[in-house]
Nanobody, 115 residues
Framework: QVQLVESGGGLVQPGGSLRLSCAAS????????VNWFRQAPGQQRELVAT???????NYAGSVKGRFTISRDNAQKTAYLQMNSLKLEDTAIYYC?????????WGQGTQVTVSS
């Protein structure tokens, strides 16, 4: 089983930046894609960005050009650099790794964009 711990959330003004981290325990981190999801109050969890084991990347349209996903396999850590933050980016952000039928989630980190 993979354990995931997110960090880096906080309160930021519109237009600001944050960098989220997702630290993984266990083996074979480099073999799996890492996903970042977010969930705003009263809304469904949505996929924000994905980085595959081969570093192929996809973004939701709402964050493309503002967010950058990356990974450091030696550190077993994935990152989400968030720039030009908007009010609507406010949510709890979760990282996720799926290993076969096993879906692993962190506890989430709160991102609040407010003036």
């Amino acid at each position: 089983q993979v354990q995931l711990v997110e960090s880096g959330g906080g309160l930021v003004q519109p237009g600001g930046s944050l960098r989220l981290s997702c630290a993984a325990s266990g083996s074979a981190f480099s073999f799996y894609a890492v996903n970042w999801f977010r969930q705003a109050p009263g809304q469904q969890r949505e996929l924000v960005a994905t980085i595959s084991s081969g570093d192929s990347i996809n973004y939701a349209g709402s964050v493309k050009g503002r967010f950058t996903i990356s990974r450091d396999n030696a550190q077993k850590t994935a990152y989400l650099q968030m720039n030009s933050l908007k009010l609507e980016d406010t949510a709890i952000y979760y990282c996720n790794i799926n290993r076969g039928s096993q879906s692993n989630w962190g506890q989430g980190t709160q991102v609040t964009v407010s003036s």
